[in-house]
């Protein structure tokens, strides 16, 4: 079994997703709409702005909604999120790990979709009583500025996979140490904003600034994927020996 099977992915897969769910897709559905109008309300009953800033902090909260999965299903595979009978299922690891960012990224779909149909809808039916003679054009939900939102996916994957590491983390807090985990919070924190700081600093220029927060968030997204990894390995490996 040590070569990668893509059937054998797909039936973790199916597992984990279930497990996550609950075993209960339409309750899973309903619990994201129901968040969904959540992060729609809240401007609309909160901000005095127009309905373009409604939008912009819909938005911010929704990708929330986005990075999650990743996290819960990542804890739901090593088993800490609930039980789940999928780890013994006979998989290599890399079949699990690959499993959980495919599904992490169905989940990320299907509430982005979610959030654009319900999202749009809401706020061209405020539309239509703020403004009935039709002054603003339709805006699409997340698609309103195309290049923000290519920029903003390698951001959300990053924190996606940084929460994923801090989360199993923190299952492990009483062998690592809550000290230890608060410096490796800092120092990664100190790391991303390390540039921006010898920008104000005077000691680099803006375009290296940038350049340098490019290479050092894409170096982040990397480490945390192998992170994952060994923290995956780990946790099957206590599972296994503990049986």
Not at 35 to 49: H, N
Not at 162 to 167: E, G, K, P, R, V
Request: proline fraction near 4%.
């Amino acid at each position: 079994m040590k070569n990668f099977s893509f059937k054998r992915m797909m039936m973790f897969s199916r597992l984990l997703l279930n497990n996550a769910c609950g075993y209960s897709i339409p309750k899973a559905a309903g619990v994201i709409a129901a968040v969904i109008l959540f992060c729609i309300l809240l401007p609309v009953l909160t901000e005095d702005g127009g309905i373009r800033e409604m939008m912009d902090t819909s938005e911010n909260l929704l990708q929330v909604l986005l990075i999650i999965p990743l996290p819960w299903l990542f804890s739901a595979a090593i088993g800490t999120a609930r039980p789940v009978p999928g780890i013994m299922i006979p998989a290599t690891l890399t079949e699990k790990y690959v499993s959980v960012f495919l599904c992490a990224a169905a989940a990320a779909a299907v509430s982005l979709c979610a959030s654009v149909i319900i999202g749009t809808v809401s706020f061209e039916i405020l539309r239509h009583f703020t403004y009935p003679d039709g002054v603003q054009k339709m805006q699409i939900l997340f698609f309103r500025d195309t290049e923000s939102l290519l920029t903003d996916i390698p951001l959300l994957f990053l924190t996606a996979t940084a929460l994923q590491i801090l989360w199993a983390a923190l299952q492990t807090r009483r062998k690592t140490g809550k000290a230890v985990i608060a410096a490796a919070v800092c120092g990664y924190l100190l790391l991303i904003f390390t540039p921006a700081l010898l920008m104000t600093a005077g000691i680099i220029g803006q375009d290296a600034a940038r350049i340098s927060t490019a290479v050092v968030l894409c170096l982040l997204t990397v480490l945390n994927i192998r992170l994952g990894y060994l923290l995956m390995k780990h946790f099957e490996f206590d599972m296994g020996g503990n049986e």
